[in-house]
């Protein structure tokens, strides 16, 4: 069943993508289309609500800061997010990163109902996926961006609820932050957010400019009009000036920053052992992946002087099975390849392989500001500094939260 529900979301995604031609993907093209225009009016509706305070967003007494985007994955977040926490952390700040856990193991479905029918919100606390301590949680139960985040950033706090006004009031409580970082948090209106970051992929701004489910975008293009400061992600050398022209045309105020995503180093995904950028130039590769975009990953291996002889791609955020992983090591060796090469996201989802027959290696990535330093040192600047003026004092809440085991 997970195999086959995992096609039909291949499939779906191949047509969202314009992947897909053919009579079953002009129906289904037709039929997204109608939810689409429906989805459209919710947005909008939904947005208004909160604007005229219809509907009213939770004060927390401290800096709260949305990373995020119009379009659904692949825009590079988790690194930009990564980035940021760790330039607050250097400059003083006690940080904590909010995020919902997408795709992670839900709780019991009659608890959830019982919580939710007697508002008893101390039966679920956050689930705490590091305590700036140590990792507490694994990416089945944490998510992947959190379980990744977490591992990446010592001394940070990763807390994941859908109802982030609750985690937000832990991470003040019980862990003394003094700025909150919402992760995937532009549609999150429930918890207000004084600055937006928002992130637009160059390679594909605004997808196929279609609303959800028939394309991409989470919110129309003008939404973008939210944003404090936009940031441009997988750029290159050469600016797009078509992109950043319309970007402008849809925000007249928001600082612009383009950034890159730098291949850093290669590394064992089971010793630790990190190479350099170059160790796999002129080497022939399998690579697997489970990401939203497979084809941005493989063609950056290629960039980096690898060959890729076997590829295989599965859904986002798909969970591998040992057996899946043993199959494809096994094609690999056949063809007497050198390596099996992923991304760093897609390791967590791994299955422990003992004594796999070729190194298996993950690509290291972060991000490089190529144009807008001063707009990131700005950015920072206000954060910092808003940080050390006020200091948080939540506001009474209708929520109680429960210290998290």
Not at 213 to 230: D, K, M, V
Not at 393 to 398: A, D, I, N, R
Request: net charge positive; aromatic share 6%; charged share 30%.
């Amino acid at each position: 069943m997970r195999v086959l529900l995992e096609r039909l979301e291949r499939f779906a995604v191949d047509v969202i993508l314009e992947r897909r031609e053919g009579g079953r993907a002009d129906a289904l093209k037709f039929v997204l289309g109608g939810f689409s225009a429906l989805y459209t009016r919710i947005v909008q509706v939904r947005l208004a609500f909160y604007r005229h305070r219809i509907l009213r967003a939770q004060e927390l007494g401290c800096r709260v800061v949305s990373i995020g985007n119009l379009t659904v994955g692949g825009t590079g977040k988790t690194p930009v997010a990564e980035m940021l926490a760790r330039s607050l952390q250097e400059r003083g700040r006690r940080v904590a990163i909010l995020s919902r856990g997408y795709k992670s193991v839900p709780r019991p479905f009659f608890q959830r109902l019982r919580a939710k029918l007697f508002k008893n919100h101390e039966l679920f606390p956050p689930r705490i996926v590091s305590d700036g301590q140590s990792v507490l949680l694994d990416s089945r139960h944490a998510g992947d961006e959190p379980h990744m985040l977490a591992k990446n950033l010592p001394g940070v706090c990763v807390l994941v609820d859908k109802d982030r006004v609750k985690s937000g009031l832990l991470a003040l409580r019980q862990f003394d932050s003094d700025i909150l970082l919402l992760d995937d948090g532009l549609q999150y209106q429930r918890l207000r957010h004084r600055m937006d970051v928002v992130l637009v992929d160059r390679q594909s701004p605004f997808g196929n400019e279609h609303l959800l489910p028939r394309g991409t975008l989470r919110e129309p293009p003008a939404n973008l009009r939210r944003a404090s400061y936009i940031i441009i992600t997988k750029s290159s050398p050469d600016p797009d000036q078509e992109l950043l022209a319309r970007i402008r045309r849809l925000n007249r105020t928001a600082d612009i920053i383009e950034c890159s995503h730098a291949p850093r180093y290669w590394e064992d995904i089971r010793s630790g052992e990190r190479f350099p950028i170059d160790h796999l130039e002129g080497h022939h590769v399998g690579a697997i992946s489970g990401i939203a975009r497979p084809e941005s990953f493989e063609e950056g291996v290629r960039q980096l002087g690898a060959t890729i002889d076997v590829a295989k791609g599965f859904a986002d955020h798909h969970r591998y099975t040992k057996k899946e992983i043993l199959r494809f090591l096994e094609w690999c060796d056949r063809r007497s390849l050198d390596a099996l090469v992923t991304t760093e996201k897609d390791t967590v989802r791994f299955p422990d392989i003992e004594s796999p027959p070729i190194p298996m290696l993950f690509l290291r990535v972060e991000i490089e500001i190529l144009r807008g330093h001063e707009h990131w040192e700005d950015l920072l600047n206000r954060l910092v500094g808003s940080a050390i003026a006020a200091k948080p004092h939540p506001v009474v809440s209708k929520h109680t939260v429960a210290t998290a085991p």
